[in-house]
């Protein structure tokens, strides 16, 4: 068995969970893109091909920590709330939930973005 390096792990776990879930013009799919240096979120809405909104962190504007991924979170927030996205689906693209990625996720929902289908009930 051929072992595989961190970035085919990230991908295939990214495969599995992109079977699971969609964007829809009603409830986009909010993508989470992360590097080293800079990190990115578009909403896409998936049946039509199309992307809804979208925000990034510049590489090298002050490095991406905790707190630029909560200001990218706000940003992305107000983006998506400009275009009428209020539900979302989160893919957060193979990374695990925690750190930047959950940081982000967290100031997207505190910025008024709804991600539990158990809300709209």
Do not use: W
């Not at 992305?76 to 930047?100: C, E, I």
Request: charged share 30%; proline share 2%; with cysteine.
């Amino acid at each position: 068995m051929k072992s595989r390096n961190k970035q085919q792990m990230r991908e295939s776990r990214h495969k599995r969970i992109r079977k699971k879930i969609s964007g829809t013009a009603e409830r986009p799919r909010m993508a989470i893109s992360r590097s080293n240096r800079s990190m990115s979120v578009q909403f896409i809405d998936d049946d039509n091909g199309k992307t809804l909104a979208a925000a990034h962190l510049a590489p090298g504007a002050g490095g991406c920590d905790v707190a630029a991924a909560t200001e990218l979170g706000k940003a992305a927030a107000a983006a998506a709330q400009d275009k009428g996205v209020t539900h979302v689906v989160v893919d957060r693209g193979g990374f695990r939930y925690h750190g930047r990625v959950k940081a982000l996720v967290e100031s997207v929902m505190e910025a008024g973005l709804s991600t539990s289908a158990k809300e709209d009930k």
